[in-house]
């Protein structure tokens, strides 16, 4: 299978920063104390949150369809050596890894790319321990819907989010603003898909947080939603 982070790959390494740090303290505060553990990162690009994790003291597994993007990740790696492993391979079945064999899974930004959601959940569910935990982070299912716009209030000249279509699941063409460096398109699903998606995998939810961007428009609703949890017995 083709991925489309091939096609923009290069791209995509120099505007997440060719090997630089991950900068995100909600993904810190979910992941927390990991030292020791055997972390598996699902869609893991080119490695900036599996270098993130192995910084702290984890041994890490990144998987990726891309193969460009394992290419650039194992390059990295190869400038800094943090004994992270990269395997080319399918979020969706995460085949070549043995169930129950990492303490911890995450999939940062990664799962409204991904066609097949259930799929993919049930995947990081085998792969991870009984009672081992996960993290996900998505872009905002509702604010960033396949019908979004910004409008400035005529008194106080704030800015306000549209929403439209939230109902409409699918594949949709535009989320973001960095075209040069991402594809297009991504899945949009409501929350309460993603909600029960996670329950039917076995993934229960611990803690969900919404953090305020500091931007005119991401200081009024969440860009992103961020969740950590468990897998159940």
């Given at each position: 299978?083709?991925?489309?982070?091939?096609?923009?790959?290069?791209?995509?390494?120099?505007?997440?920063?060719?090997?630089?740090?991950?900068?995100?303290?909600?993904?810190?505060?979910?992941?927390?104390?990991?030292?020791?553990?055997?972390?598996?990162?699902?869609?893991?690009?080119?490695?900036?949150?599996?270098?993130?994790?192995?910084?702290?003291?984890?041994?890490?597994?990144?998987?990726?369809?891309?193969?460009?993007?394992?290419?650039?990740?194992?390059?990295?790696?190869?400038?800094?050596?943090?004994?992270?492993?990269?395997?080319?391979g399918d979020a969706q079945t995460l085949d070549g890894l043995a169930d129950a064999s990492f303490d911890g899974v995450v999939c940062h930004l990664a799962l409204m790319d991904i066609p097949e959601l259930d799929a993919t959940l049930r995947s990081m569910a085998r792969v991870v321990r009984p009672d081992g935990w996960f993290v996900v982070s998505i872009t905002h299912p509702c604010f960033k819907t396949p019908a979004t716009g910004e409008i400035t209030d005529h008194v106080d000249k704030s800015i306000r989010r549209t929403v439209g279509r939230y109902f409409v699941e699918g594949y949709w063409d535009g989320p973001g603003r960095h075209r040069d460096a991402l594809p297009v398109g991504a899945y949009h699903r409501t929350l309460s898909t993603y909600v029960n998606a996670l329950a039917d995998a076995g993934l229960v939810i611990d803690r969900m947080l919404e953090p305020k961007l500091d931007t005119p428009i991401w200081r009024e609703v969440p860009c992103l939603l961020y969740v950590r949890g468990h897998r159940v017995t």
């Open positions: 299978m083709k991925a489309r982070y091939d096609e923009v790959a290069a791209e995509y390494d120099r505007w997440v920063g060719e090997g630089s740090a991950l900068a995100d303290p909600t993904f810190t505060e979910l992941t927390g104390e990991v030292d020791g553990q055997e972390v598996c990162v699902v869609a893991c690009g080119q490695g900036r949150e599996a270098r993130y994790l192995s910084g702290r003291g984890a041994v890490v597994t990144g998987v990726d369809l891309s193969e460009r993007l394992i290419e650039l990740a194992r390059s990295h790696e190869e400038s800094q050596q943090l004994g992270i492993t990269y395997l080319t």
